[in-house]
Nanobody, 116 residues
């Protein structure tokens, strides 16, 4: 059974930084991509960043210049470094892993709150 455990969320002041981590366990397939979505209250989920097994990254326009996604393939771990945080970054952040067949597995989410 695939399980993903996020950590690193919390309360931070605007302009601050956070590093989110997500460890995937119970993975018995090749992971094609790992990434982060977020959902703010009353808003649709948003893809924040993704990194493929080859290291190719993609970002939402809203975080492109402020976020860095990375992964440790040996540890099935993905990280999201967020800098210059804004109140509009407040959301629950969910990590995921995607298999080569397109199946996605999600974590329970970690709350990020940015105060102005």
């Amino acid at each position: 059974q695939v399980q993903l455990a996020e950590s690193g969320g919390g309360l931070v002041q605007a302009g601050g930084s956070l590093r989110l981590s997500c460890v995937a366990s119970g993975v018995t397939f090749s992971i094609n991509a790992m990434g982060w979505n977020r959902q703010a209250p009353g808003k649709q989920p948003e893809l924040v960043a993704q990194i493929t097994s080859s290291g190719r990254t993609s970002y939402a326009d809203s975080v492109k210049d402020r976020g860095t996604i990375s992964r440790d393939n040996a540890r099935n771990t993905v990280y999201l470094q967020m800098n210059s945080l804004k109140p509009e970054d407040t959301a629950i952040y969910y990590c995921y892993v995607q298999s080569a067949y397109g199946s996605k597995y999600w974590g329970q989410g970690t709350q990020v709150t940015v105060s102005s």
